[in-house]
C-alpha cells in the first residue's frame, strides 16, 4: 500500500478521496469505532457557522437548504455517507500511537492493535482535538469542565458560571447559558462581530468573491485576519444583552477569580473555552515538529520526504481547517504524493 492517512475525521476523509481519484492505494486509520465522531461528542445545539453549500468536502452535496445552518448531527451523516458512497477504506478502532521511519525510507506505523508500513503518511488528526486549559488556577473551583466536555445548560449547577475564552464557542455557550444561568464571560481581546448574511448573501460568499478565503496566512490579509478573527452570528448580539463580559483571568485561588481589568469574583463553575493544543508526542522522527511540538511545514509538506500534514490551522489559507476548505488541501497534496 502507498499511503496511510491518519485520523479519518472530514480531513482523512478528503484525503482519501483525492487520492482515489489518482488511483494510488491508501487505507484511513482512526481510533474511533465509527465515523464522525469529533462531531457527534461536541455540545447538543451545535449548528455550524458554514452553510450547508460551504460544508461540503469535494463536490459532494450536502442535502437540505444550501443557504441554512447544519445542526452537527448532519454533519455526522453527511461525513458517513461521503465515506460509504466514496468507498473509503477506514479502518476503526486503530489509535496510532508511533510513526516512525525506518531505514528502507517507508514508515512504520504502529497502533495499539497493528502495525503497518507505507511510503507515504497523511497526518490529518484535527486541529481541535486535545483540549487546552491554561494552568493558571488552583484547582478549588467545585466544578470545572472544557468547553470540549459542555454538552447543555443541565450539566452546568444552577446559579453563576464564569465562561473563559471568548472566541465563537466561548461566546456561543455564553449565549445559551444566558437563558439558564446568570453568566460572566472573560475575554482577553476585544470582541469583533461579524454577521452570517451580509445584503443577502452568506459570509462565506463574500470571503470567496473577495479572495479572502484564499489568502496565505503570510500575505497581509492573512495575517489581518488571523490577529482580528471574528466572532461569527449572532450569540454576540445576546451575550452583550444578558451576560457581564469582563477582562482576561489571570488567576483562579481558593475559590476566586482575578482579572486583569475587571474586580476579582468569587466564582463556583467554570468553563474554559481556551482552545485546543496539539498533541504529537507519537511522531518519533527527527525534523518533524518544533521545540514548541507543532509541526513544521510549508502548506502540509514537512521536510521529511514523503510525510504530510493535513487540516491543520492555516494550513494554506483561512478555510484549511473547515470542512469546505480541506479539499482544496488535499488535493495539492496528492498532487505531491503523484510527483514522488
Ligand atoms: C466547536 C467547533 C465548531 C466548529 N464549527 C465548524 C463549522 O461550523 N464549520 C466548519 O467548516 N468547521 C467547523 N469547525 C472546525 C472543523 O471543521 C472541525 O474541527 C472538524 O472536526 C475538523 O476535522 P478534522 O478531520 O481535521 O479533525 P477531526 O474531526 O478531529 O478528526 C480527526 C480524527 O482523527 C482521529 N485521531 C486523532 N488522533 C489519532 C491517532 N493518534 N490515531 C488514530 N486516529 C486519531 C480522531 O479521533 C478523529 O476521528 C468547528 C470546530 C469546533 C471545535
Do not use: C
Not at 469535494?58 to 468507498?87: A, C, M, R, W
Not at 488556577?137 to 472544557?146: A, E, L, Q, V
Not at 504530510?308 to 488535493?331: C, E, H, M, P, T
Amino acid at each position: 500500500m502507498d499511503v496511510i492517512i491518519i485520523g479519518g475525521g472530514q480531513a482523512g476523509l478528503a484525503m482519501g478521496y483525492a487520492l482515489k481519484q489518482h488511483k494510488i492505494s491508501f487505507i484511513i486509520l482512526d481510533e474511533n469505532s465509527e465515523t464522525g465522531k469529533s462531531w457527534e461528542k461536541r455540545y447538543d445545539s451545535l449548528r455550524l457557522f458554514t452553510p450547508r453549500n460551504y460544508s461540503q468536502l469535494h463536490d459532494f452535496t450536502f442535502e437540505g437548504d444550501p443557504n441554512g445552518f447544519p445542526h452537527k448531527g448532519e454533519v455526522v451523516s453527511y461525513l458517513q455517507k461521503f465515506k460509504s458512497v466514496n468507498n473509503l477504506p477506514v479502518i476503526h478502532n486503530q489509535k496510532v500511537i508511533k510513526l516512525s521511519k525506518e531505514s528502507n525510507q517507508k514508515f512504520r506505523v504502529i497502533t495499539q492493535v497493528q502495525s503497518y508500513t507505507a511510503r507515504y503518511v497523511v497526518v490529518a488528526t484535527g486541529a481541535f482535538h486535545h483540549p487546552f486549559t491554561p494552568p493558571i488556577h488552583d484547582g478549588s473551583i467545585p466544578f470545572m469542565i472544557h468547553a470540549s466536555d459542555y454538552q447543555n445548560p443541565a450539566q452546568i449547577p444552577k446559579g453563576d458560571v464564569l465562561i473563559i475564552g471568548a472566541g465563537n464557542t466561548g461566546v456561543q455557550i455564553a449565549a445559551e447559558l444566558s437563558g439558564t444561568h446568570t453568566v460572566t464571560l472573560s475575554k482577553s481581546k476585544s470582541i469583533n462581530r461579524i454577521p452570517q448574511r451580509i445584503a443577502g448573501k452568506s459570509l462565506f460568499w463574500w470571503f470567496e468573491t473577495l479572495g479572502v478565503s484564499k489568502a496565505n496566512p503570510d500575505s497581509l490579509v492573512g495575517k489581518f485576519i488571523q490577529k482580528r478573527d471574528p466572532i461569527i452570528g449572532d450569540d454576540y448580539k445576546t451575550v452583550k444583552k444578558y451576560v457581564e463580559v469582563v477582562s482576561r483571568v489571570e488567576a483562579v485561588k481558593e475559590g476566586i477569580a482575578s482579572f486583569q481589568d475587571s474586580p476579582s469574583k468569587k466564582v463556583k463553575s467554570i468553563i474554559w473555552a481556551t482552545g485546543y493544543r496539539n498533541n504529537y508526542s507519537w511522531i518519533d522522527i527527527e525534523g518533524v515538529l518544533n521545540d514548541g511540538g507543532k509541526p513544521i511545514h510549508q502548506f502540509g509538506v514537512t521536510n521529511v520526504q514523503g510525510l504530510y500534514f493535513l487540516g491543520l490551522s492555516w494550513q494554506s489559507k483561512r478555510s484549511s481547517a473547515l470542512i469546505y476548505g480541506v479539499s482544496d488541501d488535499a488535493n495539492a497534496i496528492a498532487e505531491k504524493i503523484m510527483q514522488g
